[in-house]
């Protein structure tokens, strides 16, 4: 007589393996589509900062600005931010070092608004 028991236990072993990683992997997708979505207004303001200071660093004296609306245009500390609220403002993800500054914080609100940069000063036009 055969001694089979060892065989069924290898076989459910497997098979728990390889459900943990399929559902591991699920998991994995689903949590990057979520966060991949989340907020897409934070992705325009990051691109909208960038293309400021692109656009200043090349010498062109007005830029015109269309997102995110209801946000802000400001300095904090040696760097330009651009943030939904003026008060509580997140330096890690908003902002960039900058030798530019503006005057005061800049609503973009109607968009596009035009914004002159003058002698590294940043001020709604």
């Not at 403002?89 to 070092?97: F, R, S």
């Amino acid at each position: 007589m055969k001694n089979t028991r060892g065989f069924l236990l290898a076989e459910e072993t497997l098979k728990i393996v390889i459900a943990v990683i399929s559902i591991s992997f699920l998991v994995y997708f689903l949590y990057s589509i979520y966060f991949a979505n989340k907020n897409p207004e934070l992705e325009q303001a990051k691109a909208t900062l960038e293309f400021l200071i692109e656009q200043a660093d090349a010498g062109i004296k007005e830029v015109e600005v269309y997102n995110p609306e209801g946000w802000y245009i400001l300095n904090y500390k040696e760097n330009i931010c651009i943030c939904e609220d003026t008060d509580d403002c997140n330096p890690d993800n908003n902002c960039v070092k900058s030798d530019l500054s503006v005057q005061e914080a800049i609503e973009i609100d109607n968009p596009p608004i035009k914004l002159q940069i003058k002698d590294g000063m940043i001020s709604k036009g």
